[in-house]
């Protein structure tokens, strides 16, 4: 079985390609990195530790790699010879993806009905279907409806923390030995080889918003209020207990909407999040506040992981303003080397806060959610 995966990065290596390899495929990586892309290419291997006392490492084989700008035909080439195509690279960049993975289906096609899954493994509602739209848009219409039967989008949610790597081996990948990968079956074509390790659940929603509303929302949470503090790693972070306090209230919060929804136990829900809180914490990691708050402005949009869930809560008339606190903090993350919060600094030294925060969230000046993050953002700076 041959899959192709874009993004070697560090989800990519440490935990989509570990698992596609272990349970047989071949894996081909694509990259812009040429390092990544030449070592893979020449190696056919890397080594995965796993962040545990044990600290095993796992050889991942049967690997190679192709680069999507200098290697376009022959990355369209496995598309159409694939079995499934996976991401792993942001999903601000599944725009610049989409032109080669439509190329690639094309090709493909035009010459077989082959059922092919293509899933879309980024911390986002609804990241296949988003991929889906933009391959279509460059498809045409006869290639759109032989796709329309043959090939499949299904939207999935994957939680596993893996840092940023600094090893003498560009290629290692340390990962926490926690992972969770659930794809909806509902939206897979009939009779499909079930990948082992992944999750299949006929009905998504309540896995990502659990994944999103409470990995997600609780991590930036501690990233955002950790940089307030001055505090370099999560783990340095959660060891405040005083913070470790302001991210449970987050969490309850955001639990209270789930449970809401959902009809999550609540017991279980609270053990769920005692769990993560746990994996946030984890020695064997460093994991930085930076990587963690890294884009406040996809944090900070309608859907994501803050501003959704505390609409929902407002809506419900439920309690939001740890939310609102979080949210406050996302605006006054200024990590120098991260264009989105240059670009929300400038905004806010431009237009003010209130503008800035209905610009990328879209909450109206006049709503409580818009008011209850201006009180917190009054308090925290
Ligand atoms: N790191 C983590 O702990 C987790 C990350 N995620 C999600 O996984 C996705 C990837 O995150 P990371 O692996 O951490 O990021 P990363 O930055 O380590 O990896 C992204 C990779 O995509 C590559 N890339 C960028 N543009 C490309 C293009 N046009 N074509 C092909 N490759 C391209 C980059 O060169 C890089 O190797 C994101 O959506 C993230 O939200 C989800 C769960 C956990
Ligand atoms: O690109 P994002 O959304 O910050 O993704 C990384 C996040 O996903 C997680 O891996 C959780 O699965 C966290 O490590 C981290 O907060």
Request: glycine share 6%; hydrophobic share 45%.
């Amino acid at each position: 079985m041959k899959a192709v995966h874009f993004g070697a990065g560090n989800i990519g290596r440490g935990f989509i390609g570990l698992l596609l390899s272990q349970a047989g495929y071949e894996v081909c990586f694509v990259d812009v990195n040429e390092t990544f892309v030449t070592q893979l290419q020449q190696r056919g291997e890397y080594p995965v530790t796993l962040a545990s006392e044990g600290q095993e490492t796992v050889i991942v084989n049967h690997v190679t790699a192709l680069n999507s700008v200098t290697h376009a035909n022959a990355v369209a080439t496995a598309i159409a010879e694939a079995d499934l195509i996976t991401t792993a690279v942001g999903v601000s960049i599944l725009q610049h993806i989409a032109a080669l993975v439509a190329q690639g289906i094309s090709k493909r096609v035009a010459v077989t009905s082959a059922p092919l899954h293509v899933i879309a493994c980024e911390n986002a509602i609804g990241g296949s279907a988003q991929l889906k739209e933009l391959v279509y848009a460059q498809l045409d219409k006869e290639a759109r409806s032989k796709a329309d039967i043959s090939i499949a989008f299904p939207n999935a949610a994957v939680d596993r923390i893996v840092p940023l790597q600094k090893h003498e081996d560009i290629l290692k990948v340390v990962v926490e030995p926690f992972y969770e990968w659930v794809v909806d079956s509902s939206q897979m074509i009939p009779g499909y080889k079930p990948i082992e390790g992944v999750h299949y659940v006929d009905q998504l929603d309540p896995y990502i918003e659990r994944k999103l509303f409470t990995v997600n929302t609780g991590h930036c949470s501690a990233a955002y209020l950790g940089y307030l503090r001055d505090y370099a790693t999560i783990q340095q972070a959660m060891a405040d207990v005083q913070l470790t306090a302001l991210v449970r209230e987050v969490l309850d919060e955001t639990g209270a909407v789930l449970v809401n929804k959902h009809n999550f136990d609540p017991a279980q829900h609270s053990k769920y999040i005692d769990k993560i809180l746990e994996r946030f914490r984890n020695p064997a990691l460093t994991d930085e506040v930076t990587r963690v708050g890294r884009s406040p402005l996809r944090k900070l949009s309608a859907n994501d992981r803050l501003v959704s869930p505390a609409l929902q809560a407002h809506n419900s008339g439920l309690s939001y303003s740890a939310l609102a606190r979080s949210m406050a903090a996302a605006l006054l993350f200024k990590a120098q080397d991260d264009l989105e919060a240059v670009e929300l600094q400038a905004s806010i030294a431009d237009i003010g806060v209130s503008a800035t925060l209905t610009k990328y969230t879209g909450i109206a000046p006049d709503h409580d959610v818009h008011k209850a993050v201006m009180v917190e953002y009054g308090k925290l700076s």
